[in-house]
């Protein structure tokens, strides 16, 4: 009797960063035309909008940036993306 378990893989509509990236960019665009045109919370609010883009841009670099390694077949790619 074995102890291990198969689990299966997720398909990969749920593995795909691509849709949280974009429904996460359009929210912080949103925020931040909503708080630079209404002046709701100040300029803490804004710096704050601001930030979740760049934080966003960065992370949709990252992204781009493994998938071309992965493409490559570069040793230090990450694993699981397609």
Do not use: F
């Not at 299966?8 to 949103?30: D, F, N, Q, T």
């Not at 931040?32 to 760049?54: E, R, S």
């Amino acid at each position: 009797m074995s102890d291990e378990v198969d689990i299966p893989e997720l398909p990969r509509v749920l593995r795909a960063p691509e849709p949280v990236i974009v429904v996460g960019m359009l929210s912080w665009v949103v925020a931040t035309l909503v708080v630079a045109l209404t002046d709701i919370g100040g300029d803490k609010a804004l710096q704050i909008c601001l930030v979740g883009l760049g934080v966003g841009l960065l992370g949709t670099t990252i992204v781009i940036v493994q998938k071309a390694a992965v493409r490559r077949g570069a040793k230090g790619a990450q694993v699981g993306l397609d």
